[in-house]
């Protein structure tokens, strides 16, 4: 049972990439997913989540409106647009699987991170011109 993220880089400020993570021997669609990020000599925080058939999503305030979570349950893969990028937005980006949108949300929206079900590896996001 693995979630595998990719899509990072060094990117510009104001540039965009979108962040993948894959579910390999998940049933996808059982399991809430979430986006965490570790920035440099901070804590991990959360970011964004999405519901179980993805209807609803929530966000940290500083990436409301600039980064946009969807997943593709046929592809068993959560996504993470990031436009608009800052360089405070650079930092190790990480994907989560939990039974329960509401734990994530805990994490994502109160600083309250959980002991999710599945953690995946992260993947390097740099914000630099």
């Known amino acids: 049972l693995q979630l595998q993220a990719s899509g990072g880089g060094l990117v510009q400020p104001g540039g965009s990439l979108r962040l993948s993570c894959a579910a390999s021997?998940?049933?996808?669609?059982?399991?809430?997913m979430g986006w965490f990020r570790q920035r440099p000599g901070k804590e991990r925080e959360g970011v964004a989540c999405?519901?179980?058939?993805?209807?609803?999503?929530f966000y940290k305030d500083s990436v409301k409106g600039r980064f946009t979570i969807s997943r593709d349950n046929d592809r068993d893969t959560v996504y993470l647009q990031m436009n608009f990028l800052k360089p405070q937005d650079t930092a190790v980006y990480y994907c989560?699987?939990?039974?329960?949108?509401?734990?994530?949300?805990?994490?994502?929206?109160?600083?309250?991170?959980?002991?999710?079900?599945?953690w995946g590896q992260g993947t390097q996001v740099t914000v630099s011109s």
């Open positions: 989560a699987a939990d039974s329960s949108t509401q734990a994530l949300r805990v994490g994502v929206q109160e600083g309250q991170i959980l002991n999710y079900d599945y």
């Open positions: 021997g998940l049933i996808s669609d059982a399991y809430a």
């Open positions: 999405i519901s179980r058939d993805g209807d609803t999503t």
